[in-house]
């Protein structure tokens, strides 16, 4: 799997359309000109959602967002503002897409990553993976999740 992006979600990303970072546009293969394409793209938990990527058609900064699609998951999966995403694409299958959702934690007094599962309440405890650097040995723990 090849990063995309990963991008730390802004309140228009959530309330409105995921802007795509414009050197990732080339992976949304457009074809012969056209504005937009849908395509699927699976999450962590397998579910397959289906996205639209679209751009401006005229001038210089094609600004790429998803729209179609990208809603019904942000509301799906209780996607905040400062969450971060990470899409990927399967080079070998080249039509194969996959979204990570993450939340910024606190562990330990440390901020770090973990994974968002569906339907996570706030004050849910959830398990985090973390490395750590000098030995890099891998730990699971638990973490309370913070309200948002």
Known sequence: MKILFTKVLTNTDVEKRLAVPNNSLKHFELENGNCSKSFEVKDENGSTWTFR????????????????????????????????ITLYKDVEAETSYKIEVQRKIKLLG??????????????????VQTTNRRNRRSYSSLAVLPDV
Do not use: I, M
């Not at 900064?61 to 996607?79: C, D, E, I, T």
């Open 53 to 84: 990527c679209y751009v401006r058609n005229d001038g210089a900064y094609k600004k790429p967002v998803l729209s179609s699609g990208w809603r019904q998951f942000v509301l799906n999966k209780g996607v905040h503002q400062g969450d971060l």
């Open 110 to 127: 440390k901020e770090c990553w973990s994974s968002l599962e569906p339907d996570q309440p706030t004050g849910a405890t959830a398990q």
